[in-house]
């Protein structure tokens, strides 16, 4: 694979950094990434993913926009509004980098979709806002030896969780999580309310793994949590530790 003239303008910022360089860069353009909900998380997800030049992310999510989703959804315009979110990000994402393959899947993950959505597909990015698709990426990412980057957030409150998959010993959601809370389908946001700039942060943190993930560069998340209170503006990092009784064992 040779760089365009164009490709070495637009992503001469990141070639220039030395734990990136030509090598890394190519990393990212021959990277898959999918992005799970296009919310507070996949905004900025996607948008730095897309910008950053990974070669081909496709995001799912089977919402409309609301006018409730534009203090924090920030892929989105006023213009948005009762479209559906999958096409709406991805036409945005093409107008930041028309020179990366983007998909949209209008549709929400089930066990009987997963597979197909997600088959071409190396790393996923979790941005969902409920436990039912959160463990059902988790198990699916552990049986496919896939990696996983997952973010949640509530209220003033955030973590980001890396688990690669491919690696025997990485924890998983269940580790941390042994049961689906009750209410699984909840919508925090809606009962809880959330500050906008919150998908900012965890967002962009997890984009930051992806990327670290893909070039193999730096010290990623993975066998860690990191809970960031953002009234108090505090950075946990906390060590998870795989369970011996937990499906990421039997897997
Ligand atoms: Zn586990």
Do not use: H
Request: charged share 25%; net charge positive.
């Amino acid at each position: 694979m040779k760089f365009t003239k164009k490709q070495i303008d637009r992503y001469s910022r990141q070639i220039i950094l030395k734990k990136i360089g030509v090598i890394g860069q190519k990393k990212l353009l021959r990277s898959s990434v999918l992005i799970v909900g296009a919310g507070g998380l996949g905004s900025p997800i996607a948008i730095y993913l897309a910008a950053s030049g990974i070669g081909n992310i496709g995001i799912v999510d089977k919402d409309k926009v609301e006018i409730s989703n534009l203090s924090r959804q920030i892929i989105f315009t006023t213009n948005d509004i009762k479209k559906n979110k999958s096409s709406a990000a991805i036409s945005k994402l093409r107008k930041i980098n028309p020179t990366i393959k983007l998909k949209s899947f209008n549709k929400n993950l089930t066990v009987q979709n997963i597979n197909q959505v997600a088959k071409n597909f190396d790393l996923i990015v979790d941005g969902s806002d409920n436990f039912r698709t959160r463990f059902l990426i988790n198990d699916y990412c552990i049986k496919n030896q896939k990696i996983l980057v997952s973010g949640a957030i509530s209220k003033f409150d955030g973590q980001v969780y890396t688990f690669n998959f491919s690696k025997k010993k990485s924890p998983c959601l269940r580790c941390f999580i042994p049961r689906i809370p009750a209410n699984p389908d909840i919508d925090n946001c809606e009962y809880e309310g959330i500050l906008g700039t919150l998908g900012g942060i965890i967002g962009s943190i997890q984009a930051n793994e992806v990327i670290k993930e893909i070039v193999g560069t730096g010290d990623t998340l993975c066998g860690y949590i990191l809970i960031i209170d953002a009234l108090k503006l505090t950075f946990r990092k906390v060590k998870l530790n795989k369970r011996s009784d937990c499906y990421c064992n039997e897997n």
